[in-house]
């Protein structure tokens, strides 16, 4: 959408939000209700933070330490983070909501596994004074903040990337596409940004949404396309994560090819760095968690004490069910084996000894990480 367009039309979206609440009562003095409780604590206070599954590496080796760091820092070391993994079950999830509103927490982050379904959650958090952030994954509901990555962006990045890795033989054969979790609204994102990027310069010849992003299942889609259209036939793989990557990459193994297509990921999980230094995967997209993860700290802090998001989120966004949401867009990079010491190593995420193990030292040295 044009920028001035968007602009024009968040604040429309913002205006009507805000006539809303000024004539909804209850909303009013659910929110005067936060802020008098977190005035009342002051750097004490009590923050839930849910994330949805523990499977992808980021969540508890990233995502869960640096909120906690942030927050502490935010708050003089006073404040208490209270964390839950709902281990990609919606059920569970909805469950811990519930008990973080019993303990009485004083805002929420939340990483939905499904974002409709955690939708009525959000409104009895919100029911009770309760703020909430959703994180990374925009949740339905009364949201009262979000912070992500431009989502869209990334699938382009994607794209844009494939299409590189396949230059002029783009159409000499077929792509399989491996989507996210239809559960999972970024990605729809993702592969919205990577189809306006391939449509029309790619022959698309198996497409998948990965249930629950679990790599065994993008192995068994994986082998299902091998199957359905020949493993010779296969040019390229979109991939959505790295940990579908690996399942894809095995499957391909397994199938006997000489040479493997390109296949993209994102996360830049470290078996997906070490498999792009070995030239098993093209490339993963790297997504700057520390400024994710302070954005959310930030939100919730300011909201648990009552304050407006204003000085931290400069844009908006729109959910199925709120609109004019104030949000914090990271931007993301393509990581290559061009860049891997400039992105993760510069910034800390790996050292070159967890790259480069024995198994994949030559290969290192090759790319001069050493």
Not at 83 to 110: C, E, F, R, S
Not at 243 to 253: E, R, V
Request: net charge neutral; glycine share 8%; hydrophobic share 40%.
């Amino acid at each position: 959408m044009n920028m001035r367009m968007r602009r024009a039309a968040v604040a429309v979206a913002a205006t009507t939000m805000a006539v809303s609440l000024a004539a909804c009562g209850s909303a009013k003095e659910s929110g005067d209700k936060t802020k008098e409780s977190g005035a009342a604590k002051g750097d004490a206070i009590t923050i839930g933070l849910l994330l949805p599954e523990n499977q992808t590496a980021r969540y508890e080796k990233f995502d869960k330490p640096l909120i906690e760091k942030k927050i502490s820092e935010l708050t003089n070391g006073k404040a208490k983070v209270v964390y839950a993994n709902a281990k990609q079950d919606a059920t569970l999830q909805n469950q811990q909501v519930d008990t973080m509103i019993t303990n009485k927490v004083d805002a929420l982050i939340v990483d939905s596994v499904d974002s409709k379904a955690i939708a009525g959650s959000v409104k009895k958090a919100k029911d009770e004074g309760i703020p909430v952030v959703a994180f990374d994954r925009l949740a339905e509901g009364p949201i009262d903040g979000y912070t992500s990555f431009d989502n869209e962006q990334v699938g382009h990045v994607q794209g844009k990337a494939l299409l590189e890795a396949l230059g002029a033989k783009a159409k000499d054969g077929q792509i399989v596409m491996m989507n996210g979790a239809i559960t999972d609204p970024n990605a729809k994102l993702f592969k919205k940004g990577a189809k306006a990027e391939l449509n029309g310069k790619v022959n698309v010849g198996r497409e998948y949404d990965t249930k629950e992003w679990k790599p065994e299942n993008a192995n068994a889609n994986m082998e299902a396309a091998i199957t359905a259209l020949g493993k010779d036939k296969i040019i390229g793989v979109y991939s959505a994560n790295d940990g579908m990557a690996g399942g894809i990459i095995t499957a391909l193994k397994a199938a006997g090819l000489s040479k493997l297509p390109p296949v993209t990921g994102q996360d830049a999980e470290l078996a997906g760095v070490q498999r792009i230094v070995a030239g098993e995967q093209f490339m993963s997209v790297y997504k700057p968690y520390a400024p994710e993860a302070a954005a959310a700290a930030e939100m919730a802090v300011a909201l648990a004490k009552g304050e407006k998001l204003d000085s931290i989120a400069k844009s908006k966004t729109d959910s199925p069910t709120t609109k004019g949401i104030p949000a914090v867009l990271v931007p993301v990079v393509s990581l290559t084996k061009d860049n891997i010491k400039d992105t993760v190593v510069k910034d800390g995420v790996y050292t070159v000894a967890e790259i480069c193990t024995p198994k994949y030292k030559a290969a290192c040295d090759a790319l001069g990480l050493n």
